[in-house]
């Protein structure tokens, strides 16, 4: 069963490397996503060291960095929100 799974997403893989190259999509996309993680986990790296939020601590983990990516500042807040009421 293993090597089935595995056969599917190594075939989808491919299948996706080829649609992209054959696209000819412009690497732009690239460099604003790059720059949007950076961006990310350098905010929630500050929010963290700076203390704004006393006893609220967001880890950074690609799920936590993916969030911020996703919906900037707004998400943020949310998992802060989320933080403190849940934990």
Known sequence: MKWIWLSMLSL??????LTLL???????????FALHLTAAAAGL???????LLPGAEIPLNPATI?????????????MAGIQAVVL
């Not at 054959?22 to 604003?32: E, I, N, P, T, V």
């Open 45 to 51: 790296y500050l929010l963290n060291g700076s203390g």
């Open 22 to 32: 054959r696209a000819k999509l412009s690497w732009s996309w690239f460099s604003r």
């Open 66 to 78: 993916a969030t911020a990516v996703v919906l900037g500042l707004p998400g943020v807040a949310v």
């Open 12 to 17: 989808s893989s491919i299948l996706l490397v």
